[in-house]
Nanobody, 125 residues
């Protein structure tokens, strides 16, 4: 059984930074790509970033490119999302997810099979 637990969310002002963490259980963390998604109230869940099994390939949504960085530490079974220059439109619940393969995927939520419970990020103007 795989469990994903996000942490690091909070309330910040525009322009600030946050680092989200997602700790995974299970022995095969390093075999799979990981992704971050977000969902604002009244909106569909949207892709934010993904990373392949080794960390050598990453993808980003256009809305966060240049501001957010996804990374992973396979020894710690943890994936991170460094968020800089936060904007009010980044306000959402952020979810990490495990991919169904080792390769990172741009966009599709259907390429992920396990999801965390989410951590709230609120950016005030």
């Amino acid at each position: 059984q795989v469990q994903l637990v996000e942490s690091g969310g909070g309330l910040v002002q525009a322009g600030a930074s946050l680092r989200l963490s997602c700790a995974a259980s299970g022995r095969t963390f390093s075999n799979y790509a990981m992704g971050w998604f977000r969902q604002a109230p009244g909106k569909e869940r949207e892709f934010v970033a993904s990373i392949n099994w080794s960390g050598g390939t990453t993808y980003y949504a256009d809305s966060v490119k240049g501001r957010f960085t996804i990374s992973r530490d396979n020894a710690k079974k943890t994936v991170y999302l460094q968020m800089n220059s936060l904007k009010p439109e980044d306000t959402a619940a952020y979810y990490c997810a495990r991919g169904t393969s080792a390769a990172a995927v741009l966009g599709s939520r259907y390429a992920y099979d396990y999801w965390g419970q989410g951590t709230q990020v609120t950016v005030s103007s």
